[in-house]
T-cell receptor
């Protein structure tokens, strides 16, 4: 079952603009991760934010986490055409049987127009 | 490091045939995951291993699916017999610890069952 739900499902912006994607989840988590998937390719890990962190930066990426609202956002600043891809949030949670699961959301398709 | 290696990249098979997908994780990674991606259901976790031992196979859809990890450098996902609804992209991923860092995904195997 999907844990995270991304919003919007699709986003189209002009090169140079910022892109913001949101993710909501349902249960408590250990950490939350964002991945990028180019068409026909595997997923690439972008950034991980732990449950006790509120904000994290990596280059042009900024991720926030609000555990009280069970939500996260991914901001890509100064977007480029090469940022065109699908972006997924994934929650890493501890299960009742002490196993871990990384559960992916449905993704946001980002199109950056040149 | 060559990353996570999956084979074959594409597989077309007839309904009823046995299909075997292969994965070589990154050396030193002690967790291995099998995911399936479809348009309808998104990314689903099928099974994962820790130190070659299956930990959680609750995502395996039916008894037709089986996965093995005979050693730290090799895993297989087998479907027998295959059905058209098994058509999907199957990803293998590995990680160093369940939550330490992000997962590294392979390029996937696109399976088409006709």
């Amino acid at each position: 079952s999907q844990q995270g739900e991304e919003d919007p499902q699709a986003l189209s912006i002009q090169e140079g603009e910022n892109a913001t994607m949101n993710c909501s989840y349902k249960t408590s988590i250990n950490n939350l991760q964002w991945y990028r998937q180019n068409s026909g390719r595997g997923l690439v890990h972008l950034i991980l934010i732990r449950s006790n962190e509120r904000e994290k930066h990596s280059g042009r990426l900024r991720v926030t986490l609000d555990t009280s609202k069970k939500s996260s956002s991914l901001l890509i600043t100064a977007s480029r055409a090469a940022d065109t891809a699908s972006y997924f949030c994934a929650t890493d949670r501890l299960e009742m049987d002490s196993s871990y699961k990384l559960i992916f959301g449905s993704g946001t398709r980002l199109l950056v127009r040149p | 490091d060559a990353g996570v290696i999956q084979s074959p990249r594409h597989e077309v098979t007839e309904m009823g045939q046995e299909v075997t997908l292969r994965c070589k994780p990154i050396s030193g990674h002690d967790y291995l995951f099998w995911y399936r991606q479809t348009m309808m259901r998104g990314l689903e976790l099928l099974i994962y291993f820790n130190n070659n031992v299956p930990i959680d196979d609750s995502g395996m859809p039916e008894d037709r699916f089986s996965a093995k990890m005979p050693n730290a450098s090799f895993s297989t996902l087998k479907i027998q017999p295959s059905e058209p609804r098994d058509s999907a992209v199957y990803f293998c991923a590995s990680s160093l610890g369940p939550t330490a860092r992000g997962y590294t995904f392979g390029s996937g195997t696109r399976l088409t069952v006709v």
